[in-house]
């Protein structure tokens, strides 16, 4: 069963009284366990995507299924819900609570989105900081940390609540070649520690050979898919 099906997906938006389309018809699955990306350069519609399958923006046209969800379908309410029960997020900009330190970081949506008992949150959150080797950080704010520490509290915190689907949105785009590098390679390693399936968008061609799958967009439309990776 796929964990992700799109087909003749499609997003317009209007800008005055001009329509731009965003998305034209565009066909894919993405199958449980992937480590998936989407390339093509700024503007080709990775990001409108992204947010598409994460509910946070809605199709014009054709179907889109999330974990056997037809998640078009879904009102404010139980898209927030969908999110909170199945799926993580990472961003280019990290998106960390600059008064928080790691640990409340990666414990925020075990509380604010979950609500786990206290014992639970802290064997969660300790075992992330070990995995993503941020342990001996814990206690540091964001502006305490590089711009890969802050990454790898964000792929932690991605993962607290145990979703089955990360959507990872540019998230190499602030870093040095040689951690983004190393940040793509820790969230492989997640994927194999704790089946999670990733899917993150990039334009950097350098960091594309990193997936294992890839579909590849120009202007709104799917112009290689699916190809996978020794």
Do not use: C
């Not at 709104?220 to 699916?226: A, F, H, I, S, Y």
Request: aromatic share 6%; net charge negative; no cysteine.
């Amino acid at each position: 069963m796929s964990l992700v099906t799109a087909s003749e997906l499609t997003k317009t938006y209007r800008a005055g009284d001009v329509d731009v389309p965003a998305l034209r018809g565009v066909g894919f699955t993405i199958e449980p366990g992937a480590f998936v990306a989407f390339v093509g350069p700024s503007g080709s519609g990775k990001s409108t995507l992204l947010n598409m399958i994460g509910g946070l923006d809605k199709p014009s046209a054709g179907t889109l299924t999330v974990l056997d969800t037809d998640i078009a379908s879904l009102d404010r309410r139980a898209a927030a819900e969908f999110r909170g029960a199945n799926l993580g997020f990472i961003f280019q900009d990290f998106n960390l609570i600059p008064v928080l330190s790691a640990y409340e970081n990666i414990e925020y949506p075990l509380l604010m989105v979950q609500d786990w008992e206290e014992s639970k949150r802290r064997a969660r959150v300790t075992e992330l900081l070990d995995a993503v080797g941020m342990a001996d950080q814990a206690g540091k704010r964001p502006d305490q940390l590089s711009g890969g520490q802050k990454q790898r509290v964000a792929v932690a915190r991605a993962l607290a609540t145990r979703p089955k689907l990360v959507l990872a949105d540019e998230p190499t785009a602030n870093l040095d070649h040689d951690t983004a590098y190393r940040i793509l390679e820790l969230m492989k390693k997640m994927r194999d520690e704790f089946g999670t399936t990733f899917v993150f968008s990039t334009h950097d061609s350098k960091i594309m050979g990193a997936a294992e799958v890839t579909f590849t967009l120009e202007d709104g439309r799917l112009v290689n898919g699916g190809g996978q990776h020794a």
